[in-house]
């Protein structure tokens, strides 16, 4: 249990491929944070660098008041679950929840009581014996967790570890996970590149991409407050649709909409990106509105994602919206004209140079 | 690991073992043939055609055990044993090195020791002959130990490599994290998975060091005199050449490797395919 501080880490590898860019972050104790970008982003370079696997290039790892440069992995008391299974086909289950214990040389009764409570913990007392040959993927996952987990770290690292699950196990792993998490109280970092696992885990969210952080917020600031286009275009599913235009006369004029600026420090002639969430937008004729017509849609059990051809914007725009009533009257058909427009306050507005928010 | 097509009639199953079995033919003939000629009666050996059916007789294993050639034999496990386990232990310490650490120079380090190999023994043994000397261990198991390792121990880097190559980092790192060092890594982590790949060097560095004569026949006189060396000495003399008691004592040779690769077998069958099995 412990707070995690980076201060300017930055990791360049020697081919010259800079995968961490001076990255600065506070994890506070006991909190659930989930580091979330796409691949290639530099999120697992990040987590391989607090474990330290890697050597940073610069910058400074501190694990409370204690600086971690240079301490062997081995003795930063920090525990890791990888991407791919890391359990070794010689040993049983027991062996590998023993196993970390054994390297601190802990009892025999003290090694069978964590492993007996750990078990329990993860239901897998039948399978203390099992080989891992004899252990599906999320059997295999679970143990290898509670190998991490059995010796109390101060820090919990978890690298994509539900990759190679399957959906229905992925559920139910994150309500396990999130429930052991917050019930032991350790500091955890989750990296992964799925959003719903982000979502439904985390306290914060920790967006990264080529190697930077573009937004550290909490999981509903983050949604609903996108520091930057990136952000705004990653999160949410489906993604945020953004049209690009320029201001004038108090109005964002973009992809046949009219939409007043409000109170946004922004001047005429400015190009800039409106972004509307596909939620947002409602049908009716206003000033404000565009029009367009359906092209595809998706019916989604109790919704209907809709994509709608605007005149003179090559992205179609994309309508979230409950499904009509089921006798079939009001369903959506392609080829149907719609005029929209945006619901008040749902406006987002970038910066078209920089990318950054506005409103 | 069965890839003959099941469920086909006998005859489709035999044409596929049929290449199978002409290799195994051309290879076993020559040992059948020196174990018949081992048991043959010393009138019959030279016969054309040759005979495949007389009563066997025992003469020519009663000479070799009661021959020289026992000690020879000894001395051969002894040496055999010795330079593989010396060599694989040097070679798995190397071989993990070269698989996980980078450094400078590491691919002409890699050539410089598969160069060894290359290297033909008659090239070196007039060099060899002298440095036994001045350390004074002429015609000593540990002189011939350690010239065998080191004609050994490139095949078994190489070999281990390519084992240690195939072991995912994350297995190793998840140790490290449990709180292992780099020596606990290794030895608990690492090597346990390459254990077929060490069986099959120490077979094969056992292997080669049995049959290796040149070195042996310049470097041994009498204390340390191998069991290739010791055939020539016993069995070809004034008298002519004892072709029974050289195929007898050929037999009492070949004993103990088979021993140990059985023994060891499957192991082998993973580590000649590189792992690529099971």
Redesign the interface.
């Known amino acids: 249990m412990a707070t995690l501080t980076l201060t300017d880490l930055s990791l360049t590898y020697p081919g010259g491929v800079r995968a961490v860019r001076d990255i600065d972050l506070v994890v506070a104790d006991a909190e659930f944070c989930v580091v979330l970008g796409p691949s290639g982003c530099g999120k697992s370079s990040l987590l391989r660098l607090i ?1 330290g ?1 890697e050597q940073p290039t610069s910058g400074i790892v501190r694990l409370d008041d204690q600086v971690m440069n240079g301490v ?4 930063r008391d ?3 679950v ?3 299974n ?1 359990l ?3 040993r049983t289950v027991r062996e590998h929840l023993e ?2 214990l054994r ?2 040389k802990l009892s025999s009764s003290e090694r069978y009581r964590r492993v007996a409570d750990v078990a329990a913990m993860l239901h897998m007392t039948d399978l203390l014996d099992a080989q891992p040959y004899q252990l599906s993927g999320g059997q295999a996952q679970r143990a ?1 967790i509670g ?2 987990l059995i ?1 109390q770290p101060r820090l919990f690292l978890l690298d994509e570890p539900m990759t190679s699950l399957d959906a229905s196990l992925r559920f139910e792993m994150r309500t396990t996970l999130k429930g052991i998490q917050s019930e032991l109280g350790v500091t955890t970092i989750y990296v992964t590149h799925d959003q719903d696992e982000a979502f439904t885990m985390a306290d914060r969210i920790v967006i990264m991409n080529e190697g930077s952080v573009l937004q550290d917020a909490g999981p509903e600031e983050l949604y609903e407050r996108p520091k930057n286009l990136f952000v705004a275009g990653f999160v949410g599913s489906p993604a945020m649709n953004l049209l690009r235009g320029a201001v004038y006369g108090g109005q964002v004029i973009a992809g046949g909409f009219g939409l007043p600026t409000g109170d946004a420090p922004v001047i005429d002639g400015q190009t800039v990106v409106a972004g509307v969430r596909p939620e947002d937008l409602v049908i009716g004729h206003a000033t404000s509105g565009s029009t367009g017509r359906i092209v595809v849609v998706e019916p989604q059990g109790d919704e209907r994602i809709v994509s709608i051809a605007l005149n003179d914007v090559p992205e179609p725009l994309i309508w979230k919206v409950r499904a009509p009533k089921p006798n079939g009257s009001g369903e959506y058909r392609i080829g149907q004209p719609v005029a929209m427009t945006v619901r008040h306050g749902c406006l987002h507005l970038f910066n078209g140079a920089t990318g950054s928010r506005i409103i | 690991m069965n890839y003959a097509p099941a469920g086909r009639s006998a005859f489709q199953r035999f044409i596929w073992y049929l290449p199978a079995l002409v290799i195994t033919i051309i290879f076993a003939f020559p040992l059948y043939w020196i174990l018949l000629t081992s048991v043959k009666p010393r009138a019959l050996i030279q016969d054309y055609p040759p005979r495949f059916r007389f009563s066997p007789v025992w003469d020519n294993y009663r000479l070799v055990f009661e021959s020289p050639y026992l000690d020879a034999i000894r001395n051969s496990v002894i040496i055999a044993v010795g330079s593989a386990v010396l060599s694989v232990a040097l070679a798995t310490l190397t071989a993990y090195g070269l698989s996980r650490y980078a450094f400078r120079s590491k691919d002409n380090l890699l050539f410089w020791i598969l160069s060894l190999r290359m290297l033909p023994a008659i090239a070196v043994i007039i060099p060899y002959s002298r440095m036994v000397r001045w350390v004074n261990l002429e015609d000593t198991h540990l002189a011939m130990i350690m010239i065998y390792a080191v004609f050994n121990i490139s095949f078994s880097v190489w070999l281990l490599k390519g084992f240690f190559d195939e072991i ?1 980092r ?2 190793e ?9 780099p020596w ?1 890594v290794f030895g608990r ?1 690492a090597l ?2 390459v254990i077929p790949g060490v069986a099959t060097a120490l077979v094969f560095s056992m292997i080669l060091s049995l049959n290796e004569f040149l070195l042996a026949f310049v470097l041994t006189r009498t204390s340390a005199v191998t069991a290739p060396v010791a055939l020539t000495n016993v069995f070809i003399t004034t008298l002519g050449v004892n072709y029974g008691g050289i195929s007898a004592a050929a037999m009492v040779l070949v004993a103990p490797v088979a021993l140990f690769a059985i023994l060891v077998r499957r192991h082998l069958i993973r580590g000649m395919s590189f792992g690529q099995l099971g």
């Open positions: 474990a696997l062997y992995p081995g003795e920090i525990a890791m990888f991407q791919h890391t070794y086909p010689n196993f970390p390297a601190r290898a190998r991490a010796r | 995912p994350e297995l790192e998840a140790a490290i994290m449990d709180g292992y060092g606990a982590v346990p998975l």
